[in-house]
Structures are given as C-alpha cells and as structure tokens.
C-alpha cells in the first residue's frame, strides 16, 4: 500500500444500518453495533491493522501490548466518530457537548474579511465543524476541498440525511473549476477547510513527522503560500460519549514560504496526536515502511 | 503580437519554476494542462493571480478559465482582446 488510494471503507447500506439503528435504538446501541466488524478489520483490513499498529508502537513508542490494544481502541473510536457524525446530522444534537478552545481565533480571522483557510487532518471527526461554526458572529460559512476520488456515493448520502448542513463541498476537478469556487468562497468571505495531512497525487514534499519522514502532498500548502490568507489549525477531537473539543490555532509564521506552513502545520498536529492517540485515522503505510 | 506569446511563456517558467523547461520548447499551441507541458490545478491558480498582476485581468468563470489557459496562444488571445 503504497499511498492514500482515496477509497474509504464502507458502503452506503453501511451507513443505512447504522442510520437504523441510531433512530431505533439509541446512539449507544449503534456505538455497540460498530464494534462487532472490528475483528473483521484486524484479519481482513491487514493494512489498516498493520499501520495503526506501526503508528502507536514505532512513532508514539507504545510497547507492544499497549499498541496492540490501541489498535482496537482506534478502530472502535473511529466507529464512534461515524455514529457521532450520522447522529448529529439525524438532529440529535442536544445530546451533545462541545468545546470551543480559540474560537477567538476563528471571530478574528472572519473579522478580517478576506476568508481564510482551515487546515485540518484525518483525525478526530472534523466533518462536524458545522456543528461549531454555525454558533458564530458573524456566521460562517465552511467549505470542504475534497478530492474527486472519494466516494462518492458515501458524500452524497451524508448530504442527502444532513439537516441544516453548512458544510459545502468544493470537489477538486481535473478541470481547475475548484480554483474558481475557492477564489469566490474567500472573496466572500468563507473558510476552506482542506485536509493538509496526506500525500496524493501530484507533487509531494517530505517532512519530518513523529521522529520520522513522510511525504506530504504540496497542493494545499501551495495553496495557501499563493493565495495568503490567514491560515488556522482545526482540530475537533473526541474526549467522551457526546463531548467534543474544538481547538484552533492561528498560523503565525514569520512567512507565507510552503515549508513555513508545513512546518507550523505539523508540530500543531503532532501535538494533537499525542494528546489524543487513538483518534488517528490514517490507516494506510503513512511513513512508507512496508514492503510491497 | 508574438512578444507577448514570448512574455507569457518566460513568466510561466518563472512563475512555476519549471526548471526544465527553456522558452523554446514551448509551443505556442501546447497544451498547458496536457501530456506536453503538464500543469496542475495548482499551477492554474498562479496563471490566474498571473494575469491579475501583471494584465488586471480578472477571470472567475470556470469555464472561460479552461478556454483562456488552454496553451499560450490561447492566453495571450484573451490579453490582446480584453486589455485596455
């Protein structure tokens, strides 16, 4: 497994299942339901199982046992995300909490007036930033850079269940149309969120992540140096049933340059993964250490 | 007229660092986003921030955009038509 391939594992009568069982039988019921394919995906999802299990024992310096239980800690905490995410869009908000931490930042860079970038990664549950910042003065608007190959099926029936949804999706096309939406989004003044922690393709840069290189691909980050607005840090972490906390950190580099961003980008990241271990995502060969 | 065809492939190159690229080996009919100079999306944001600079054009249809951006030529066509 070389790199991100753009599929995410499930189906949309996946997600009609779970949908099910949250209406009929509570969010609880439905997080329990997310943990019986879990020994499916330690056999048969080895990759997955294979690079959670190299990221906690190798980059966060778990010992065996510890990663081996993290492992299924993760994969139970990103069923928990999903269910979280469905339950949420299904209107049963009020049972949840959230934390606003540098909303601040947020008002500051809206004040502004020139929109500004959100940089985030797959990590955490991101895709309830709506959640957040439709409480905002003045309101904004958020726009989500996806990339074509992502299923598409899977966006369509999110959008389809989500009420009230301020989330737009800009697709990256062949056809640069994105540029266009991004340039009219800022000009409006609109955040795009842009998930800045993977390679892909097109031109990818290295970095030093977790005492080890990866690759990073340059796009959003070039992105930004271009365009240079304000730039901040998102990350929604999960810290309990129904609790999320938001944290926001402006970019303060002392330039626009890509290995500026990059650099700022990824020791903010690094921090959150720490704090948060099994809330990371990535479940491809992020450092490029197997073997084909 | 084919000094600004010179311009614009000279500002490409320097403005997307295509170090492997000399003046010359682009055609004025190339396909900028093709197999033959191969541009990304990326690449189109600094061609359009570009012409904002340096010609005040502004472009924000994304269709015209694929028209104007298609090679050199078409690029410089759009300039000579629209600046004042």
Excluded: C
Aim: charged share 25%.
């Amino acid at each position: 497994m070389a790199e991100w391939t753009g599929k995410s594992r499930g189906t949309v009568f996946g997600f009609k299942v779970f949908v099910f069982f949250i209406k009929n039988f509570g969010i609880k019921a439905a997080y329990w339901l997310t943990a019986l394919p879990i020994p499916y995906f330690v056999f048969f999802a080895p990759n997955a199982t294979k690079s959670s299990f190299y990221f906690l024992n190798k980059r966060l310096q778990f010992s065996k046992t510890k990663a081996g239980i993290g492992v299924l800690k993760t994969y139970y905490a990103f069923g928990q995300v999903l269910i979280d995410r469905l339950a949420i869009n299904l209107n049963q908000k009020k049972k949840y909490s959230f934390e606003l931490d540098g909303v601040k930042h947020i008002e500051n860079l809206l004040a502004q007036k020139s929109g500004g970038f959100l940089f985030t990664a797959h990590i955490g549950n991101f895709n309830l930033a709506n959640n957040f910042f439709e409480n905002l003065t003045p309101k904004a608007k958020v726009n989500m850079l996806m990339t074509d190959n992502e299923h598409e099926q899977i966006k369509e029936y999110i959008s389809s269940i989500a009420e009230n949804n301020r989330l737009n999706i800009i697709v990256v096309k062949k056809d640069f149309s994105h540029i266009f939406k991004i340039k009219e989004a800022l000009s409006n003044n609109q955040l795009i969120v842009i998930a800045a922690d993977r390679d892909g393709k097109g031109k990818n840069i290295p970095m030093q992540f977790l005492s080890k290189t990866t690759q990073v691909l340059e796009g959003p980050y070039k992105l930004a140096s271009l365009i240079k607005r304000p730039i901040l840090f998102v990350h929604i972490m999960r810290e309990s049933n129904y609790h999320y906390h938001l944290y926001a950190r402006p970019f303060r580099g002392k330039d626009y340059r890509i290995t500026t961003i990059l650099e700022h980008y990824f020791k903010d990241l690094e921090e959150k993964v720490k704090r948060y271990p099994y809330q990371w995502f990535n479940f491809y060969d992020y450092w490029k250490v197997f073997k084909k | 007229m084919s000094d600004l065809r010179e311009e614009l492939k000279f500002k490409i190159i320097e403005q997307l660092n295509l170090e492997d690229l000399e003046v010359s080996d682009i055609d004025n009919n190339d396909e900028l986003f093709g197999d033959a100079i191969g541009l990304d999306s990326i690449d189109a944001l600094e061609l359009i921030v570009l012409l904002e600079k340096d010609y005040s054009l502004k472009i924000t249809d994304p269709e015209k955009g694929k028209e104007i951006f298609y090679s050199v030529d078409t690029m410089a066509n759009y300039i000579e038509q629209h600046q004042k």
